[in-house]
């Protein structure tokens, strides 16, 4: 018999996104850091997080507010130091907790000692690290600001040089060996210092094919040439960096940024279980809140990962788009309803920051946009508690959301029916019961608004059942499965222990075990 293997911490473990910037200032300079963090890690363990992913931390000159490093091996003043860092990789372990970081390997700073070598001249050591030509060499647009020409104009060797992002931004020429030499260099770095991962920003783009025009002249969502930029060489480039990653004991594991919105493209960047440990699944973050396209977009991520035994993520908000509360039309009947789906689905669940707390984005006035992009209204400071200042000793760098007053972290522990208490029920419950963890997963077939489905365990001789069932239809609704179980958690106020009833109600959802 063959021998079963356990699931790994990145496959059982629910990853939580700090956006350090706003997450906890501890020097009263408005702006969020590492010591921070560090203050609020009980916070966290009491919600039940056991992973964190750190937007970059990295020296920068913040012209993309982190993902423009200047330093891959150094933390930025503004968030604390190296010893500060390394402080906080210890707390985490201490407290059975993992620490991933976010790392950025399409493209440097502009101030990045490697470019500022690289566009010193033609002929220097650095000449060729970046991606230099006489002329523009296709007709790609970049990110940001959105239409401009994703190549840039250097006066000094009078060549353009590719930024597929910001022109502070430029590309790493991964063509170069020493550049993936010293790239592998930086994950050394932090692997020796105790790091248990990556996420890995825009990881398809390492390898491009310059000579392809985009035929779209695309930017899709804020990344430009999406829908082409998928090549080979990428994926021998990626199987290099997991090879570093599992050289390091104790399961170090990566996360990529795959921005492909299809997903049988995102699905090959699993390898043969030898390029990404985990990829994200923006085709799913993307889908409307609208039970038939859920359905179908959770079945065909399975359909394309299943089959190469690949682990699914979920991720519905991050620090790049308008909060899902916001996009499913802000109610937080919804919100809740999206954290029992998020949390109940077979693979690793990402949440960002204040997602918790039921956060929609803050409105900040154009005179205080501070992104290249406009993402500012997702990056809102977290309100810690109901005071004018709510927790933060200085004026934070961006505005609150408009009901911090109410939807903070303070006041919504005092209610034990809040938001924040159904993502530690739902965390909770995923901890204690393995089969929500690595089950196995089966959608009950229906056409109309309810999305439902059974996670069951591993082992066969275990004869528990989990039914899951959201009502996002405005009438009520029969979940027959349902029948015969007792509801573990619900977003309907009331008795937990209650036997469940087969009837949802409308914009609602349950857990039910049947034992
Ligand atoms: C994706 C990151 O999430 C985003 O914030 C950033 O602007 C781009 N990559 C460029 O690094």
Redesign the pocket.
């Known amino acids: 018999m063959e021998e079963a293997h356990e699931p790994a911490w990145w496959q059982t473990k629910v990853v939580y996104q700090i956006y350090p910037r706003s997450f906890a200032d501890s020097n009263a300079d408005g702006i969020g850091d590492l010591q921070g963090i560090r203050s609020r890690l009980g916070h966290l363990q009491w919600l039940g997080i056991e992973v964190l992913w750190l937007s970059p931390v990295f020296r920068s000159p913040m012209a993309?507010f982190g993902?423009d490093v200047s330093d891959y091996c150094d933390i930025d003043p503004v968030f604390g130091t190296l010893a500060d860092m390394d402080a906080l990789i210890a707390d985490c372990h201490s407290r059975g907790m993992r620490l991933m970081l976010d790392w950025?390997p399409?493209?440097t700073s502009d101030q990045h000692p490697w470019f500022v070598e690289s566009r010193s001249s033609r002929d220097n050591a650095r000449a060729d690290w970046y991606v230099w030509r006489d002329e523009p060499a296709n007709n790609w647009l970049a990110?940001?600001p959105q239409g401009e020409s994703a190549w840039e104009h250097d006066d000094v060797r009078d060549q353009w040089y590719l930024r597929c992002?910001l022109r502070e931004?430029p590309d790493l020429n991964w063509d170069n060996r020493d550049v993936e030499a010293a790239m592998h260099d930086t994950l050394r770095f932090w692997l020796d210092r105790g790091v248990d991962g990556f996420r890995m920003?825009?990881i398809h783009l390492i390898g491009k094919h310059l000579d392809e025009d985009d035929p779209e002249r695309a930017v899709a969502r804020g990344?430009g040439h999406v829908p082409f930029n998928d090549v080979p060489e990428t994926h021998d480039r990626i199987r290099r960096i997991r090879a570093v990653l599992d050289s390091y004991p104790g399961q170090r594991a990566c996360v990529g940024?795959v921005y492909l919105l299809d997903e049988a493209k995102m699905a090959a960047y699993y390898g043969d279980g030898d390029e990404l440990n985990l990829s994200f699944n923006f085709g799913f973050l993307w889908a409307a809140w609208d039970a038939t396209t859920l359905r179908g977009k959770i079945t065909s991520t399975l359909d394309h990962l299943r089959p190469r035994g690949a682990w699914p993520t979920w991720v519905l908000s991050?620090?790049?788009v308008p909060r899902h509360r916001q996009r499913y039309g802000g109610s937080e009947d919804v919100a809740r309803m999206a954290a029992v789906m998020l949390l109940t689905l077979p693979g690793t669940p990402f949440v960002y920051q204040g997602e918790d707390l039921g956060l929609i984005d803050a409105v900040v006035p154009p005179e205080r946009v501070v992104d290249p992009?406009g993402?500012d209204g997702c990056r809102a400071p977290i309100p810690w508690n109901d005071d004018p200042g709510h927790g933060w000793p200085h004026a934070p760098w961006l505005p609150f959301v408009a009901d911090a007053g109410v939807s903070n972290v303070g006041t919504l522990d005092q209610q034990p029916d809040s938001i924040l208490h159904l993502y530690r029920e739902l965390l909770h419950l995923r901890r204690d019961h393995a089969a929500l963890q690595s089950g196995q997963f089966t959608m009950i077939e229906r056409t109309d608004d309810v999305i439902a489905y059974t996670r069951t365990p591993t082992d066969p001789a275990d004869t528990r059942a989990y039914t899951i069932a959201l009502n996002l239809g405005e009438g009520a609704a029969v979940v027959a499965e349902l029948a015969g179980g007792r509801v573990l958690t619900s977003t309907i106020a009331g008795d937990l222990t209650a036997p469940a009833d087969e009837i949802v109600p409308p914009h609602a959802a349950v857990v039910v075990l049947h034992a």
């Open positions: 993309d993902y950025v399409n493209h990110s940001f992002f931004q920003d825009v990344v940024e991050n620090h790049d992009g993402r």
